[in-house]
């Protein structure tokens, strides 16, 4: 049997590899100082040199578990094969070194924080990956795939190269399939003074349409407020803050607030995306000067909580299927909405049966902190790579779970792949999908 | 001349339209829009099956289309909807379409003054602006950040002049954007473009760009300056003397830049939004002078008032002297004039408006879902179910509320002038 671990050191991506070609090992020091005079500081270098290998970090890893324990896919490990070499060598390391550690800052590392709630000393090994990452950036070996998406967002503040005309035919094709379903819908574009501006992600408008127009049933049922712009600034989501181009995550998070600010609305409500939520809430925010979101911003999670506790949506006949929950990293560790995520699955659904552990404690999906988005070089390392999440869903499984709810994009895409791959036969939803199923419709909003 | 010389200034409140009655003509009613003037309520409605019109002051107009979207009133009051029929999208203006027809139109804009109204529309997948139904020449794989020059005479967009293949990162960073004026690409392609401006004088154009994946600067006319900095935002021309300014960002924080060089010494958490006062003698900008706090700074003097959410909407009154913006702590919307908020903190305040002496300054707000006019600080005895921003008369003497009154079908559309001290005091 050929090592997993080993085969993964074969993998090629054309963005590391040509990326390379360019540098030279002068090149990177260069850099690295640069970096180091400018960007680093006494957390940087608290983060790398506090840790004591104790290696409680690596029982926290679902990478380090599900490849057999192996040291090198422990969060402590990740560090010492990448920043605490370039910090104790001042970057004067190889061409060689620098693709490796591209690799494992991108491939490796969710950021999904789990490591740094089971340090002793509250090490963010997130914090030094992502350091990595921008080092990476810097230096032009980024992956390939991740690369084009935060060149997407450069040119089209979206993630999926959607242009402006394709975002908003989706949206009306959306309104006109949904107006055959509930008479008079409206899925209200560019218009000022409502309350809240609902903004998804890139994918919706290019792969999951059905979102939106879920979402507008919802928002209609509930005689809500609401608009969606015509304009960039549509999407939350944020790719360039995972290669490490603050200054573009800078850009596009200031056009998606300032679309908040222009349509005069008093909160962002945002769809079922975590690593979104990282940006708009903490990174991309604070990387522009504003200390929390200039305008609330409500994850869906909190927002469907709203609706069904406030009665403005019902509950017609609950979602029979069993199901469990996968809580994402960043809207649960990250903002600690799992109480909430609890409340609405129990509203919606007659049978749910955990995963263990769960809430803060859980497993990240693999695909998150862009590593789903580094594209199809890294499919099966990330798939490989947690073992962990697919035992879980099996366990879940043999009690009975027949669907697991994932309110995050990037969690369904990883989740996917891992039924699929590890073959557990099990349906994946949205809360929007089950909620649309279950809820009290009306014919008309006329 | 003023545009607003001509309207009916003389004071007294008239009643322009039933608009609560007109869900009884029209299965589909959608959010009204008010003209300039005030003498127009307009909104678009559904007629019959998959057909759309727009209804003004109570009568719908002659020929319906299969879709309306984005209605909106040109400063000089003529009334634009984003119209298809049959597949084909174009401009409808005063409820005529424009003749050219196109796969797809969006992003309406109107020169300052009302006469030229710019569209960007899509043909086969390829890109170009229109503008009084004139289509460029040339189209493009691809455009956005649409700017029209002062007089409404040019328009200018980012393009994509070179194609790029799915996830061809490096021919990407080769640079295959560029700036079209009136549909002429500039002969030089950078990594990025974004905010573009038209000089004063119509002829110029400048813009944020990208060089590499690293290096951001000013190009002008299609020349970047020499000089590149980490980060850089939308550039305006000095109306005095042609230079162009931008906010850069340096080692020590943000700055203001002219021609490339340092021409603020203050340095700040962020700096952007910058405006040249009518006259051209001051330069302001909304900035924060430490994280997290937010204020405009004029001539380089952030203001002592700062605001812990967002600071925005800041402009300079006519007379060059004074300026005012929105300011918000705590979701509370506050309008602050020469760096003295007002007390009253609203939901939402829009932008405020000085009279054109300059000695008054108005906005429409927001509390608890109702809405009035508030005018130094003094709000008007009445609230309303929806105004529109506030007006002053020529003379500064008076202001013009637009307000639907009323609610549900007693709803009615008027049309106030009103003198200042009706403003409580």
Redo the contacts between chains.
């Keep these: 049997m050929k090592d997993a671990a080993v085969e993964n050191t074969q993998i090629h991506d054309e963005g590391i590899e040509k990326g390379a070609e360019k540098l030279t090992p002068e090149k990177i020091q260069q850099v690295y100082q640069k970096m180091m005079d400018a960007e680093a500081g006494a957390r940087l270098k608290t983060y790398v040199e506090s840790c004591v290998s104790c290696g409680l970090c690596s029982e926290a890893c679902h990478f380090y578990l599900s490849y057999d324990k192996d040291p090198r896919y422990s969060p402590a490990g990740k560090v010492k094969q990448t920043m605490a070499v370039l910090m104790k060598k001042k970057g004067r390391v190889s061409v060689e070194f620098m693709k490796k550690a591209s690799e494992i800052a991108s491939t490796e590392c969710n950021l999904c924080k789990r490591c740094a709630q089971y340090c002793p000393f509250g090490l963010d090994i997130a914090y030094v990956m992502l350091f990595v990452r921008r080092l990476c950036h810097k230096l032009g070996i980024s992956p390939q795939y991740i690369q084009d998406t935060a060149q997407s967002h450069s040119v089209t503040y979206n993630q999926m190269w959607v242009k402006e005309d394709e975002w908003i035919d989706s949206l009306q094709w959306q309104e006109e399939e949904a107006q055959e379903e509930i008479e008079g819908l409206r899925i209200p574009v560019e218009k000022e003074g409502a309350d809240i501006f609902y903004s998804v992600i890139g994918p919706e408008p290019k792969f999951r349409a059905q979102l939106i127009y879920q979402a507008a049933v919802i928002f209609n049922a509930a005689g809500l407020n609401w608009t969606m712009p015509a304009t960039p600034g549509w999407d939350n989501s944020d790719m360039a803050m995972y290669t490490g181009d603050n200054e573009i995550m800078a850009r596009i998070k200031r056009m998606h607030f300032e679309t908040a600010m222009r349509l005069k609305v008093k909160r962002i409500v945002m769809g079922e995306c975590g690593h979104a939520f990282r940006s708009i809430y903490d990174m991309g925010n604070r990387a522009l000067g504003w200390r929390m979101p200039p305008v609330e911003v409500t994850h869906s999670i909190e927002f469907f909580y709203e609706l069904i506790k406030s009665g403005k949506i019902k509950i017609a006949k609950k979602y029979e299927p069993t199901v469990t929950i996968h809580d994402p990293c960043n809207v649960i560790r990250g903002r600690g909405l799992h109480d909430m995520l609890r409340y609405v699955v129990h509203a919606i659904c007659e049978n749910v049966e955990e995963m263990h552990p769960n809430r803060e404690h859980n497993f990240c999906c693999s695909a998150g902190g862009g590593v789903i988005n580094c594209g199809p070089p890294w499919k099966m390392k990330r798939v490989n790579g947690n073992k962990v999440k697919a035992q879980q869903l099996f366990d879940a499984k043999s009690r009975g779970a027949e669907t697991c709810v994932a309110p995050c994009h990037n969690c369904h895409g990883g989740l996917e792949d891992i039924i699929h791959h590890n073959e557990i036969g099990m349906d994946l939803k949205f809360l929007g999908d089950i909620i649309y199923e279950v809820m009290e419709k009306p014919e008309s909003v006329l | 001349m003023d545009i607003s010389s001509s309207w009916d200034w003389n004071a007294g409140r008239k009643e322009i339209a039933q608009f609560g009655n007109w869900p009884t003509s029209f299965?589909?009613v959608?959010?009204p829009y008010a003209s300039p003037d005030g003498e127009k309520i307009a909104a678009v409605v559904k007629t019959g099956e998959m057909e759309f019109s727009v209804c003004v002051n109570g009568t719908a107009w002659e020929n319906p289309f299969d879709?309306v979207?984005?209605l909106r009133f040109a400063p000089d009051g003529r009334l634009t909807g984003i119209v298809s029929d049959t597949g084909q999208w174009t401009l409808a203006v005063d409820g005529e379409a424009w003749e050219e027809k196109f796969d797809?139109l969006?992003?309406t804009h109107f020169s300052p003054n009302g006469k030229s109204i710019i569209c960007?529309a899509?043909n086969g997948m390829r890109?170009l602006l229109v503008n009084n139904g004139t289509p460029w020449q040339t189209a493009f794989a691809?455009?956005?950040h649409t700017a029209v020059s002062p007089d409404g005479s040019r328009t200018a967009a980012v393009v994509?002049t070179e194609g790029f293949k799915?996830?061809?990162?490096?021919k990407?960073?080769e640079g295959c954007?560029s700036v079209a004026v009136d549909g002429q690409a500039w002969g030089r392609n950078f990594?990025?473009a974004?905010g573009l401006t038209f000089s004063p004088d119509n002829q110029r154009v400048a813009t944020e760009v990208?060089v590499n994946?690293?290096d951001?600067t000013i190009a002008v006319d299609g020349q970047p300056w020499p000089t590149t900095f980490?980060?850089i935002w939308k550039p305006s021309f000095n109306p005095t003397n042609g230079s162009v300014v931008a906010p850069a960002k340096t080692?020590g924080g943000w700055t203001m830049v002219s021609d490339g060089q340092p021409l603020w010494n203050g340095r700040y958490?962020?700096l952007?939004h910058q405006m040249y006062s009518p006259d051209g003698n001051h330069l302001a900008a909304i900035v924060?002078p430490k994280?997290?706090h937010?204020t405009m700074a004029v001539d380089d003097k952030p203001w002592a008032r700062t605001f812990?959410?967002?600071v925005?909407d800041a402009s300079f009154s006519p007379d060059s002297k004074r300026a005012a913006c929105i300011g918000?702590t705590n979701?509370r919307h506050h309008i602050c004039v020469d760096g003295q908020a007002w007390s009253e903190g609203y939901?939402?305040v829009?932008a405020p408006v000085f009279s054109p002496d300059s000695q008054h300054v108005a906005a429409k707000v927001?509390k608890d879902g109702q809405f009035t006019l508030v005018m130094d600080g003094k709000p008007l005895k009445n609230t309303y179910t929806k105004v529109w921003d506030p007006v002053f008369s020529p003379d500064s003497q008076n202001v013009l509320l637009r307000a639907l009154e009323g609610s549900g079908s007693d709803t009615i559309y008027t049309r106030s002038v009103l003198p200042l001290n009706k403003f409580l005091g």
Excluded: C
């Design positions: 299965d589909w959608e959010e879709k979207w984005f797809y969006w992003d960007a899509q890109y691809n455009m956005g994509q799915e996830a061809e990162i490096f990407f960073q954007f990594v990025n974004w990208r994946l690293y951001y980490p980060s080692p958490a962020q952007w924060a994280y997290g937010w812990d959410d967002f925005t918000v979701k939901d939402m829009w927001e």
